[in-house]
């Protein structure tokens, strides 16, 4: 059973350009998580989806920065207009707890580190 | 809004026992869960407490005592590439699913 995937592992963009950043959750996992790590910091919760619905975008920047999760394919996180502050590792992790369930054990991705120009 | 307290950096000898320590903030508690991060790789889990108690998993157990908001990781037997970061999480304080996390516990296991 393969590990939560994610594309590109590194990618670098100049400002102003986009950055789209791919995940595809564990397999039988409908819930999907991202979140942004700076160097020597945690790691800070943007946004929760599950299939086609976003449960909880509070900690996305609430410019240029979106997220989906088709029906069919990857999630996507999407930052427009890349700025250098932006740079920083975005992990990706699932789960398939069901509603309810306390433990919640999340499964994360390798990450894709975005470096701005 | 919710809040986590770890140290920053522990340093411990290769064979020996390291605990450590979380302390947590939050006004809806879901249980306290323990992630590993090696450099440039990903988080692990390694752990969860919903209840007070010891959970033990091999050389690694946890601690939690509710009335005291504070948890602990208890590494035995320390080896070289236990050397990573650990972060203490919880879950949003509203219930949902995504995890809160401390801003991690630096750990360098010396011969």
């Known amino acids: 059973n393969a590990g939560v995937m994610q594309n590109p592992r590194h990618l670098v963009r100049r400002r102003g350009q986009e950055a789209r950043l791919r995940c595809s959750p564990m397999?039988?996992?409908?819930?999907v998580y991202w979140y942004r790590q700076l160097p020597e910091e945690g790691l800070k919760f943007m946004v929760y989806l599950q299939k086609e619905n976003i449960i909880d975008e509070s900690g996305m920047p609430k410019e240029r920065f979106s997220a989906e999760f088709p029906k069919e394919g990857p999630s996507i996180l999407r930052i427009q207009q890349v700025v250098r502050g932006d740079s920083a590792a975005y992990f990706c992790a699932s789960s398939l707890s069901a509603a309810g369930e306390t433990r919640n054990e999340q499964f994360f991705g390798p990450g894709t580190r975005l470096t701005v120009l | 809004g919710q809040s986590l307290e770890q140290p920053s950096e522990v340093t411990a000898v290769e064979g020996a026992i390291v605990q450590i320590n979380c302390t947590y903030q939050?006004?809806?508690?879901?249980?306290l869960s323990w992630y590993q991060q090696h450099d440039g790789g990903a988080p692990t889990f390694l752990s969860y407490n919903g209840l007070d108690g010891l959970e033990e998993t091999g050389r690694f157990s946890s601690f939690l005592s509710r009335s005291d908001s504070y948890g602990y990781l208890l590494l035995q037997e320390l080896q070289m590439k236990d050397s990573a970061s650990y972060f203490c999480?919880?879950?949003?304080?509203?219930?949902?699913?995504?995890?809160?996390f401390g801003t991690g516990t630096r750990l360098t296991v010396i011969p």
């Open positions: 397999k039988g996992h409908s819930h």
């Open positions: 999480a919880v879950r949003d304080e509203t219930g949902a699913n995504n995890l809160f």
């Open positions: 939050t006004s809806g508690f879901y249980g």
